[in-house]
């Protein structure tokens, strides 16, 4: 039987993972070689939910690595960028899961869960407006008119890239 470790989340709860897929994790692959497999190991910047879903990633990704993401991004539709379905599927959450994924990924050192998490980001903003985006992710726009004809002034060149609209939009920039 393969070794287990013991993944303790930050609300306490613990996990046990065979070693191969825990070790996805470069964090917890560095752990497990300096340490030893005896004990648990803790994730304290990880939520239970969070790590029961990266662990599901994990498991899934076992034995098949998921491709490399094209970038830039030539679509919204993840699948049309060589996602898998199942990670598609995968990353269809509510916003605040999806950003918390994307820190778990990044503390644990997983990148093919960063590039994913993501990518499903840059998906959300691909071709919207900052107006959309400002929407989209909840985010107050703290310019006065005055500011923002100032930094619209100062990136004119990057409007000039958006030459079909008169409000830039994100597509060029992933796709």
């Known amino acids: 039987m393969a070794d287990m470790l013991k993944l303790k989340s930050s609300q306490g709860d613990v996990f046990e993972v065979d070693q191969a897929t825990a070790c996805l994790s470069a964090l917890i692959k560095n752990m497990v070689e ?33 491709e490399e993401i094209q970038k830039p991004l030539k679509s919204a539709n993840l699948e049309e960028c060589g996602v ?5 599927s995968f990353v269809k959450i509510e916003q605040e899961e999806l950003f918390e994924l994307i820190l778990a990924a990044n503390y644990l ?4 869960l960063l590039d994913l998490t993501c990518a499903k980001v840059a998906s959300m903003i691909k071709g919207k407006t900052p107006e959309q985006i400002r929407q989209q992710f909840n985010i107050v726009n703290d310019f006065t008119p005055e500011e923002e004809a100032q930094v619209r ?9 958006w030459p079909s609209t008169s409000t830039p939009t994100f597509g060029p920039l992933c796709a």
Request: glycine share 2%.
């Open 34 to 66: 300096d340490s030893g497999t005896d004990e648990e190991i803790p994730l304290p910047n990880v939520k239970t939910p969070i790590l029961a879903k990266v662990i599901d990633y994990c498991k899934h990704h076992k034995e098949a690595p998921p």
């Open 84 to 88: 898998s379905e199942w990670d598609c």
């Open 109 to 112: 050192d997983i990148k093919s």
């Open 153 to 161: 002034e100062e990136n004119k060149w990057c409007e000039d890239a």
